[in-house]
Nanobody
C-alpha cells in the first residue's frame, strides 16, 4: 500500500515561515508529478504548486515569491517552503502524487493533510 506521509505545519505568527514535507512510502516503482493543495475553512480545495519528476515547477501566480516547491527524489519527498505567512494562509495543506506500482502504470495518492494556522 502506497502512502504519502506529511509532516511540518503548526501555528505561526504573521510574517513567519514554515516548511511542509511529504514522503512517499510503500511498494511503488516511480513518482511522477507531485503537488501541494490546500483547503481553507469553508472553501474548495485549492491548487498551490506542482513539481515534475525532473524538477520543473509551477506555482500559483498569487503565491509566487512566497511559496516554493521542491523535491528530493532520493528521499521520495516533496517539500513546500512557505514564507511571510499571513492569516489567510490558514488552511489544511495536502500533498498529492502521481506514481506507478507493479500492477498499475499510473495511480494517485493524497497525503493525510496537515494544519497550518497563522495567527497573532
Amino acid at each position: 500500500q502506497v502512502r504519502l506521509v506529511q509532516s511540518g505545519g503548526g501555528t505561526v505568527q504573521p510574517g513567519e515561515s514554515l516548511r511542509l514535507s511529504c514522503a512517499a512510502s510503500g511498494a511503488f516503482l516511480k513518482l511522477f508529478k507531485m503537488a501541494w493543495h490546500r483547503q481553507r475553512p469553508g472553501q474548495q480545495r485549492e491548487w498551490i504548486a506542482e513539481i515534475s519528476e525532473n524538477g520543473g515547477t509551477t506555482v500559483k501566480e498569487s503565491m509566487q515569491g512566497r511559496f516554493t516547491i521542491s523535491r528530493d527524489n532520493a528521499k521520495n519527498t516533496v517539500y513546500l517552503e512557505m514564507t511571510n505567512l499571513q492569516p489567510e494562509d490558514t488552511a489544511d495543506y495536502l500533498c498529492y502524487a502521481e506514481l506507478s506500482d507493479l500492477g498499475r502504470p499510473w495511480l494517485t495518492r493524497w497525503g493525510q493533510g496537515t494544519q497550518v494556522t497563522v495567527s497573532s
